[in-house]
């Protein structure tokens, strides 16, 4: 009973992070009654007593704790310690902590979530979806595009460039449209529901491009030259950091600018002479300008003291001497504009580096931070508009669709199919909204913006993937009516560009986020860094207690909710709240599981990239997890929404399951693994494998015209015209439910013996003649079948056009 009740005090302690006097005392008292029970000899008593106080004595003199204690970690954590490169501390310094920072620290905030005002659209920017994108979307084609024109056709390129579409993110003070970050996302979801051409060339130079930086870096000079010309079209930019021998790596740039004196414009200044190779660079085709990143050298010392200030980004001209753009790439095909470009002995003054010859050498955080806020918002729109549209035709063609009499959706494995395209799309615009909200109010997630670009851009790939298994034949039927097959072609782009998807999910989202969002970990590296010993010392001490208090909280906490299923945990109330908890419970886990991780791999953890890969699996689905809840909350609990947050909540916990699995069978040190295993799910790991009824209810969003089915598509390009295919298949499938009791009639009449079995059309005349229709039932029922015919009809072409 005795050794209960130290168990019981012992994790009370933890689990409220008491200080370390504190501990002292109760411990102390909890021996004492020990002693004075006399349920022990004296030997163990005695034995108690002197392993306490020299523990106590030790750990709360501050002198002989540094001694024994923190003067060996320090020099242990200091060799465990993985280098870092002059880039990787900028890179690790970029941007902001967010609700990254909650999910690392194992007791998420949820009113701070639920408090963030939910992102809105103001009535300009509705107005523009409604004007200028919705006329832009209409005068596009997208088969023309890719098979004929090879380009947006000329009238999209002038519409884009005359109505602002460049600058949608450049202040109207200089002369751009000035949107929020959910408006700019707006916008690329709607295009990218139409063509993923026209989507890429309108958010490059929205995403991390010149406006970007200028913005944040720029000189006045530059700000007041560029930005009203980008916003008025007038330049067309790009921006060149990939090369063939930097891509992943784009730190390692082998592209060189020496400053030195030359003649420019006929004068003798202090310049740049460059030299570079870059490939895959988006618009550099028919850019006007180039935003170039090359590592800066200064052999003369005509900048500062420094031989190498490092990687430096300048705004050159394409027109300037030296120059090769206009050759292109064909990524699989889809003709947006990318292309290589190289500079031979190209000459630039020194005043053409963003923000002046003060920002040399700083190219690298000025590139982290503005990829930090672009890469949240583009690749996730794009990844959105196109998972929207495959769920609105998938839906509306398993709807109307029919085989063995019956459509194609009601079969339960097409609606597994569609159950996960509709909970995916669900998932991927909740994080969508939530992390642009977070943008609007001013940061800049940079541990966030590769979760959403990695997990929409993958879920994207699964939905793209799970359409055409829906669509069958024709989804591989290329031809005018094909929906879904371009957009088949162009998911692993996404995947590829701004950070390949391997690279981000084995080495940034978790590697960065560690270091960067964990409470202790960036300052105790920073303690060790210090040149100063015994300064560095003391703080890495004080920093130590505070990480060792942490990580026992965690465990006490994620022992206590794993016993408790999570149903104890603070939470809001209402019909998620479940929900809710269980985030709050694995979001301990998951903190225990970092702590466990670093003691098990310490320095080695930048190898083990499979581990690393499935802590960003785990912190990935948490946040995904937490802006379903917050979407699901923000929009009052709706009941015609219930399937989708249960499926997209299953979604994530089934990832994050397989990532605990596969982290605790693989964590070299096996006792690690199994105290954090007997910790974390003491009951064993949640199940993410949602019920089949609700499977099916999901499916039937999709099948069925529906305010909730209007809301998971909102805001893609919906044409009612009958020569659209998407048109098409609206139209088929309001007349195809509309003819539904009439179908019924006929077919319960042949059940029942009044009408002879046969062919549609017998079976229709019949019954009209037997009065079990009417007329008007009967044209009703022929428009849904021309209409289904029509929908639901493949292109063929000539032999010789093959």
């Known amino acids: 009973m005795f050794l209960l009740i130290t168990i019981a005090v012992c994790w009370a302690l933890a689990y409220f992070r008491v200080r370390l006097r504190i501990w002292t005392a109760v411990l102390a008292a909890v021996i004492l009654l020990w002693t004075i029970g006399g349920h022990a000899g004296h030997t163990i008593v005695f034995l108690a007593w002197l392993s306490f106080m020299a523990a106590a004595v030790i750990l709360n003199v501050t002198d002989l704790r540094c001694r024994f204690i923190s003067r060996h970690l320090y020099s242990l954590f200091k060799r465990l310690l993985p280098s870092l490169s002059r880039t990787e501390r900028e890179a690790l310094e970029a941007g902001t902590v967010w609700w990254d920072g909650e999910l690392f620290s194992g007791r998420p905030d949820w009113e701070r979530l639920l408090g963030m005002p939910a992102a809105r659209l103001s009535t300009e920017e509705e107005a523009f979806l409604a004007g200028p994108v919705e006329d832009l979307c209409r005068m596009l084609d997208d088969w023309r595009i890719v098979t004929e024109l090879h380009d947006l056709p000329a009238e999209a390129w002038r519409f884009i460039r005359e109505k602002g579409f460049f600058g949608l993110i450049i202040p109207k003070e200089y002369g751009g449209m000035g949107f929020s970050a959910l408006a700019h996302s707006q916008v690329i979801v709607k295009i990218a529901s139409r063509s993923f051409a026209a989507a890429v060339t309108v958010m490059v130079p929205n995403s991390l491009g010149p406006a970007e930086l200028l913005l944040r870096y720029g000189t006045r000079e530059q700000r007041d030259y560029y930005l009203p010309r980008l916003a008025r079209g007038e330049e067309v930019p790009c921006f060149a950091l990939t090369g063939p021998d930097a891509g992943s790596d784009a730190a390692a740039i082998p592209d060189t600018g020496v400053v030195c004196r030359g003649v420019f414009a006929g004068e003798e200044i202090v310049g740049i002479l460059l030299n570079w190779e870059k490939r895959y660079i988006t618009l550099a085709p028919v850019a006007t300008v180039i935003g170039l990143a090359f590592r800066l050298l200064d052999p003369e010392h005509l900048l500062g003291p420094v031989d190498e200030p490092g990687i430096t980004l300048a705004l050159v001209p394409a027109s300037t001497p030296g120059i090769s753009v206009g050759s292109r790439h064909s990524p ?75 459509p194609i959706g009601r079969f339960e494995g097409v609606g597994e199919a569609l159950a996960e395209i509709a909970g995916s799309v669900y998932l991927l615009d909740a994080a969508r909204t939530m992390t642009c909200g977070a943008v609007d109010l001013g940061e800049r997630p940079a541990v966030i913006s590769a979760i959403v670009k990695y997990q929409s851009t993958e879920h994207l790939r699964r939905i793209i993937n799970r359409g055409m298994d829906v669509l069958g034949g024709s989804g591989i039927s290329l031809g005018p009516r094909n929906l879904l097959g371009l957009i088949h072609y162009s998911s692993p782009i996404g995947i590829t560009v701004e ?20 409470p202790y970990i960036l300052k105790e590296m920073q303690a060790v860094a210090n040149p100063d010993t015994e300064t560095g010392l003391a703080e890495f001490d004080r920093l130590l207690a505070g990480h060792f208090r942490f990580a026992l909280a965690n465990g006490a906490r994620a022992l206590f909710l794993g016993l408790t299923c999570g149903l104890l945990a603070k939470a809001p109330g209402g019909t998620a709240r479940r929900y809710f908890q269980m985030t709050a419970h694995l979001a301990a886990a998951f903190a225990l599981a970092v702590d466990i991780t670093l003691l098990s791999l310490g320095g080695s953890l930048k190898r083990r990239e499979s581990i690393s890969g499935r802590m960003a699996d785990i912190l ?13 909350e923000e929009r009052q609990q709706p009941h015609d929404e219930l399937p989708l947050l249960k499926l997209g909540c299953a979604e994530c916990l089934r990832g994050i399951s397989d990532g605990f699995y596969g982290l605790t069978r693989n964590l070299p040190l096996r006792p690690a693994a199994w105290l954090l295993r007997i910790l974390a799910f003491p009951l064993g790991l949640p199940s993410g494998v949602p019920d089949d009824r609700l499977v099916q209810s999901a499916a039937r969003i999709l099948m069925e015209p529906s305010a909730v089915r209007d809301r998971l598509t909102d805001g893609i390009y919906l044409p009612a015209e009958l020569h659209e295919p998407l048109g098409r298949l609206e139209d088929a499938l309001a007349k195809v439910i509309a003819a539904e009791p009439v179908e019924r009639k006929l077919r319960d009449a042949v059940k029942d013996g009044r009408l002879m079995a046969g062919t549609d059309m017998t079976v229709l005349d019949a019954g009209l003649q037997a009065g079990i229709i009417t007329g008007a039932e009967a044209e009703m029922l022929v428009a849904s079948w021309e209409a289904r015919r029509e929908a639901t009809r493949v292109d063929d072409f000539p032999s010789l056009a093959m």
């Not at 950070?499 to 964990?518: D, E, K, P, W, Y």
Request: charge should be positive.
């Open 332 to 406: 699989l095909g889809i003709p947006f504009q990318n292309g290589p470009i190289t500079g031979r002995d190209v000459f630039i003054p020194v005043d053409w580096i963003i923000g002046g010859r003060e920002r040399a050498g700083q190219g690298w955080i000025m590139l982290m931070e503005g990829l930090a806020a672009g890469r949240s918002i583009s690749l996730p729109a794009l990844s959105t508009g196109e998972g929207k549209l495959v769920a609105r035709a998938a839906g509306a063609f398993a709807g109307v669709r029919r085989q063995f009499r019956l």
């Open 620 to 632: 990935g689905n948490l946040y995904l997890m937490s802006a379903l809840l917050k979407t699901f």
């Open 499 to 518: 950070g390949a998807n391997i690279l981000t999910r084995s080495m940034i989202i978790f590697g960065q986020g560690v270091i960067r969002c964990h």
